[in-house]
């Protein structure tokens, strides 16, 4: 089943093919294409991502984006038009399709010029980002995705972004060198998903039937590395930034505990609710503290400012692991899926693997390519195959709304 993904749901515009198998029992992924448009150049001097701004650029950034993702799964074909099986005309679909855009008029034009250049490609449905997520950012894609399914007459699955991102750890990057492989997965499955607008842990008993077990009160972990990046005078993104001067001052001063003691720059951050007792994370008092500590210090210098983006990233590390842990002892999960931006963080991979290497040598540990943690489209088709065995197809003439607090297995979930 071949299925074209969108995703908008913040600062990438992403369309993706990919072909799905294997049912519920053992789903098996192939990506087609997969093309991301990043924003980050956009965004980069309001330091963190504009809602608007987002919404304008998806807008732009939609139909070229669509007509590469197609050329590079081969489905693109010059020789035809609209399917007209139904028997509408092509002025009718047209007044359709200026109904279902009219939030988006940037796009009618280059899409009805798309729309009069090919054929239908041969797709079996089309999966789009219905939530979380930025709602002026997910409405373009929704309103895209239905525009589509109704000129191209295709099934049209809404799908949340969560889901994406726990999937996304069953895509792997194709390469010349090495073949498709899905890891195997048994039930239930406990997820980490980090990223720069959530953090949670997430159990599902079978694909498409989740529960949230815990989650962020304040900032999402990916939120909080971009605050103190911008406090430690780093650049946006700050995630990579920290990351990067983390393992750089790691590395050329190997910092156990003895040395950071001796450190006249050595700095001490609280490692927030990790002994709470529940599920739940904190990350906003992470950021003050770091805060409140250079302010604190008469000259910030390069050395101390290392020291500090080192000390913040293993308080946010060890506090991942710790509710992780707690998770899987509560729950008895045979799998663990890491996923998010915050899931590429080398230090958050290397901790994981060695945890679970350590303390569940039985469960079944899965980390996303790096190229797969951050939004794509191709997470997003491959919830749309599961979303296909799970539910009925959205109808693109009727109202299918973005939300943008869409909850994982919540009241207004897609079950």
């Not at 980069?44 to 701004?53: A, E, L, Q």
Request: aromatic share 6%; proline share 6%.
């Amino acid at each position: 089943m071949k299925i074209l993904g969108i995703e908008t749901s913040c600062d990438e515009t992403a369309v993706a093919v990919v072909e799905g198998s294997g049912g519920l029992e053992a789903p098996l992924f192939e990506v087609r294409s997969s093309v991301v448009s990043s924003q980050i150049k956009e965004h980069v001097s309001f330091g963190g991502v504009v809602p608007n701004i987002a919404k304008r650029e998806h807008a732009r950034n939609l139909v070229p984006v669509l007509e590469k993702a197609l050329r590079g799964a081969g489905l693109y074909n010059e020789s035809g038009i609209f399917n007209l099986e139904s028997g509408v005309t092509q002025d009718s679909r047209f007044q359709i399709l200026d109904s279902m855009l009219a939030r988006e008029p940037d796009l009618i034009p280059p899409l009805k010029t798309l729309l009069q250049s090919i054929a239908p490609p041969e797709i079996d449905a089309i999966a789009v980002t219905r939530g979380p997520g930025l709602e002026p950012a997910l409405w373009v894609g929704v309103n895209f995705a239905r525009a589509l399914a109704c000129a191209w007459e295709k099934p049209l699955y809404a799908v949340n972004h969560m889901e994406g991102h726990i999937l996304a750890a069953l895509l792997h990057e194709k390469t010349q060198n090495t073949e498709h492989k899905t890891p195997k997965v048994e039930f239930p499955i406990l997820s980490l998903l980090v990223s720069g607008g959530h953090t949670e842990l997430d159990v599902a008993s079978a694909w498409g039937k989740y529960e949230v077990l815990g989650e962020t009160r304040d900032d999402a972990v990916g939120e909080a590395f971009d605050k103190v990046a911008r406090l430690l005078g780093l650049p946006y993104p700050g995630g990579p930034a920290i990351s990067a001067l983390a393992e750089m001052t790691a590395d050329k001063r190997g910092l156990d505990a003895e040395q950071r003691g001796k450190n006249p720059s050595f700095v001490s951050l609280p490692r927030p609710m990790i002994n709470s007792g529940d599920l739940d994370f904190s990350f906003s008092g992470l950021k003050t503290a770091v805060r409140y500590r250079l302010e604190k210090e008469e000259q910030v210098t390069d050395e101390f400012r290392a020291t500090m983006a080192l000390e913040f990233e293993r308080a946010a590390v060890e506090v991942l692991l710790a509710k992780t842990c707690m998770a899987m002892l509560e729950t008895g999960a045979k799998t663990f899926i890491l996923g998010g931006g915050v899931a590429a963080n080398t230090r958050l991979r290397r901790e994981v693997t060695r945890v679970f290497a350590d303390e569940f040598p039985e469960a079944v540990c899965i980390l996303p390519d790096r190229a797969l943690t951050t939004d794509n489209a191709a997470m997003i088709a491959a919830a749309g195959y599961i979303r296909s065995l799970v539910d009925s197809p959205a109808d693109p003439l009727a109202s299918l709304e973005a939300v943008g607090k869409l909850r994982l297995g919540g009241v207004g979930d897609v079950q």
